[in-house]
């Protein structure tokens, strides 16, 4: 299966022999590491005790006109070469998946991207697959294939041949490392003492599925904050765990069951634009965005990031990011929820009452322009936490509400937008398209303050839709039918924030 993205094609494994001196060549558009299978495939084959073709073997990979990355056509290489050479039956092999690495010992190695490749498979009509042994789960998740699990060359072929293996071998660990696995370990927001308005923007984020922006001196509690969002956020449905479960194969991460929690992706400011965005100089790998995916994308200490935050323009408004290089072009899902965060300033005292800022007004000024105006201009909630009061520390204050109870509210909330937004290809206020918001949904019975806010430069055209989105969401979250005055108020001034206290 070459895949290209998410997105598989059946790839047709095709050997002969004779025609001129012994030696083996690949066609079909391989790239580098495919094109030298055929040293590692050889060496396999007869590590395990199997004749390799003497006379001259032609690999052709079909489509030829389809680029082809990667080393997990090994074993259909090496299936295809020992057929030659009467090892094979024909019956057996036609409309069998094979997909796997190959060891120069005969070991079989795991590969990354084993789901994504077998919902093409389930999708172009095959039955049959055989992966590495150890890979079964995952391949298992998708239903209407059969899956087995082989850790040597040998047991490759006797499976392929309609005979079993007792005791497979434990197939080698893949060439590529393996990324380290999220932990599992979720936030609440019980955890959290004061801030209650940063809480109930976080709510509405998550409700709405809006983007936020945080901002705050070093220490107050942004990140504290923004790591609690996946506690209140929905659990993923059916097609949205197999969609973000497939990108996580597709990047190498071993999965014993299908992802049903959103995401959370904090890549560090020092990250490059590739691994923030996807891509790579062979095979095309999702970035951080579309880990992502369907979930959080949380970017601490914003400013320092630089120009690389204008490469999510395109993701905030369509969610996909395509990734083009001279041989190839894929395109990643990237439909996330931005939370950035950042201090006020270099040392991050500016404007903080009691602290003694010790940057001058150009520094200040040059890193807050380090965000760039079209980025912030995406973000629909921007919020400025103070410090928390040392009387909230204090034992008689009331417990903070948990995750759970927060959860509730939001979840009847996207009932309500479902509902709404019924015969649409959107589920939440977040994703809606302006046109729609503007002249299919009921508006507020006075724009007045929408149009005034405009014609100061407050908000810009998008911002106008923005403040539209937020005004639902707070009126999903009040359990009212049609944006009021007070929803329309609140909305514009969670969508410009501190934008007086900055100025």
Sequence with gaps: MALQGIDGHPVEVEAAEGGGLPRTQIVGLPDKALNEAKERVKAAVRACEYKWPEQLVTINLSPAGLPKAGTHYDLAIAVAALATQGYISHTGVGRTVLIGELALDGRVRRVRGILPAMLAAVKAGFER?????????????????????????????????GLTVANPTEAAPPSDPVPERSSAFIPDLADVAGHEDGKFALEVAAAGRHHLFLSGAPGVGKTMLASRLPSILPELDPDESVEVSALHSLAGHELSGLITRPPFADPHHSTTQVALVGGGSGELKPGA??????????????PDFGTKLDALRTPLENGWINVSRARMSTRFPARFQ??????????????VAGMDCTCDSVKVRRYQERLSGPILDRIDIKHHMAAVNRVLLAEDVAAPEPSAVVLDRVLEARARQRYRLRGTPWTTNGEVAGPYLRKRLPLPDDLGLLNAALQRGAISARGVDKVLKLAWTLTDLGGADRISDRELRVALQMRQGDQDRAA
Excluded: M, W
Aim: proline share 7%; with cysteine; net charge negative.
């Design 129 to 161: 697959a055989i992966v590495p042994y150890g890979q079964q789960e995952e391949a298992a998740l998708v239903p209407g294939i059969t899956v087995e699990g082989a850790g040597r060359l040998d047991e490759v072929v006797r499976l392929v041949n």
């Design 289 to 302: 965005i579309s880990l992502a995916h369907r979930g959080v994308l949380f970017l601490d200490e914003c």
């Design 338 to 351: 931005l939370v950035l965060a950042a201090n006020p300033c270099p040392c991050g005292k500016y404007g």
